[in-house]
């Protein structure tokens, strides 16, 4: 009888080791990612010369660029050269200018305009990424050309008031040219001017006499204002720009240009020449022009723009239109503070004009009265002036023109003409004022002489 194999332990089953090639296990491949990262994206970009973006249909970037934000657009366009190539075809298009440019301008309400301006801080930003490799006069010829047909950003094309169209502008402007260096600046200036014809439409308004073009003279204030000069926190920006609209023009012109910019403004919305000329006004009305003229003058001074430089511009300005009310004057001078008050007052003391400095330091104690400024300020800069003239005789006229200043400007109260019961009080009003002050300013002066003995 034969014998029965013994079956082996593994009958049935195959040994990894015999195991047919085609009964074989594989590890199956892992499944591609659907979400890249952004690494992840940048090394995909930097791996071919096309990039992430160039397997998709055009189509279908189009409509990835289509729902993203303004700000989110001009991030992705800092990946890489050829994604900053597909944002900037995006925004060049009708479509997307008609949508995220054109912008009304003419809000009801303050949260809107915050809104308008916003977005247009947005814009800046996306267009100063998208061009960051451009040229300076490539990147300014294609932002202007993107903007140059809203007429709400134009000289003298929208007649809207309240119109926040110049503030908009400002602000893209300062967020597109932050942190570019003065002959960038520069550059920026001059192509500005170009486009807008802003150096001719000055020309016009200061070879005319002021007021004759109240419109022309507004547009000019609110363009120069809110696109060039307030959008600025920082005072050397400021500084510059205003420098750059001051430079080209003479002396005069300069002080015309500057009553333009910073003068005050009436309600009705046209500048006040001759406010100026024929009452006081408040302290507030002269804040912003004299803080324009220290601005000239901050510590990190111009070559060109010194106090001496200075002093032929307040000249002219206070007698612009005509010559101001002068208690106008003193205001403006007690505002621009100690160093150039001083500095105006001394260069008429040098040049012999004892009547115009001995009436002006008597309007500028009455301005310390009114204002509620320290009588001591006004006491050591008469003693300032005092120190000026360098003989006894000198100083002696010098007083004495200052005390028979007071005695003459107090019958010139008396003589005003008084024509009714609200002029009356207001002169009688001036009168106390100019007696309180003078007797305050005199109980200092002496106090200051006598507490050494």
């Known amino acids: 009888m034969a014998k029965m194999k013994k079956t082996p332990r593994n009958v049935g089953q195959y040994s990894l080791k015999h195991m047919p090639q085609q009964y074989k296990r594989t590890r199956r491949p892992l499944s591609a990612r659907t979400i890249m990262t952004r690494s992840m994206l940048t090394l995909s970009s930097n791996s071919s010369t096309t990039g992430f973006f160039y397997r998709l249909p055009m189509e279908v970037i189009d409509i990835i660029l289509r729902q993203l934000s303004v700000l989110e657009m001009s991030v992705l366009g800092m990946v890489s050269k050829d994604l900053t190539g597909y944002v900037v075809d995006h925004i060049s298009s009708l479509v997307w200018k008609n949508k995220m440019i054109t912008q009304n301008f003419h809000h009801t309400n303050s949260n809107e305009v915050k809104s308008t301006i916003q977005h247009y801080r947005a814009l800046g930003l996306l267009f100063k990424r998208c061009t960051l490799l451009l040229p300076t006069k490539d990147r300014l010829k294609f932002i202007f050309n993107n903007f140059s047909q809203i007429s709400c950003f134009m000289l003298e094309q929208c007649l809207v008031p309240n119109c926040s169209g110049f503030s908009s502008f400002g602000v893209f402007l300062q967020t597109v040219i932050a942190g570019w260096n ?9 192509f500005l001017c170009d486009h807008t014809n802003l150096l001719q439409k000055i020309a016009t308004v200061i070879s005319r006499k002021p ?9 000019i204030r609110l363009f120069c204002r809110q696109v060039l000069l307030d959008p600025w926190l920082n005072r050397p920006e400021c500084q510059f720009w205003l420098i750059e609209l001051l430079k080209p023009w003479p002396m005069v012109s300069q002080a015309h240009l500057l009553l333009i910019l910073y003068g005050p403004l009436l309600p009705e919305g046209t500048i006040g020449w001759h406010d100026l000329v024929d009452r006081v006004v408040p302290h507030g009305h002269l804040w912003e022009l004299a803080k324009s003229i220290l601005l000239l003058l901050a510590r990190f001074q111009v070559k060109d723009w010194t106090t001496d ?8 300005l206070t007698v ?3 010559p101001w009310n002068m208690e106008n004057v003193a205001r403006l ?12 007052l001394a260069n ?20 310390c009265e009114k204002d509620g400024y320290h009588m001591n300020w006004a006491v050591r800069l008469v003693h300032q002036i005092y120190q ?9 006229y010098f007083i004495q023109s200052l005390e028979g200043m007071f005695s003459k400007i107090t019958r010139e109260f008396f003589e005003l003409p008084v024509t009714g019961e609200i002029q009356e009080r207001e002169t009688f009003q001036m009168l106390c004022v ?5 007797a305050r300013f005199h109980a200092k002066f002496l106090h200051m002489f006598l507490k050494d003995e």
Request: glycine fraction near 4%; hydrophobic fraction near 45%; include cysteine.
């Open 388 to 396: 000026v003239f360098t003989t006894a005789v000198e100083k002696l």
């Open 211 to 219: 007021g004759l073009l109240s419109y022309r003279e507004l547009q």
């Open 320 to 322: 612009i239109p005509e």
């Open 182 to 190: 003065e002959l960038e600046c520069h550059r920026v200036f001059n």
């Open 309 to 316: 430089s200075i002093l032929p511009i307040l000249e002219e």
């Open 348 to 367: 008429k003391a040098l040049n012999g004009r004892l009547h115009d400095i001995s009436r002006l330091i008597v309007f500028i104690i009455m301005v």
């Open 434 to 438: 100019l007696l309180d002050s003078s």
């Open 333 to 344: 001078l007690v505002l621009c503070g100690n160093h150039l008050c001083y500095t105006f």
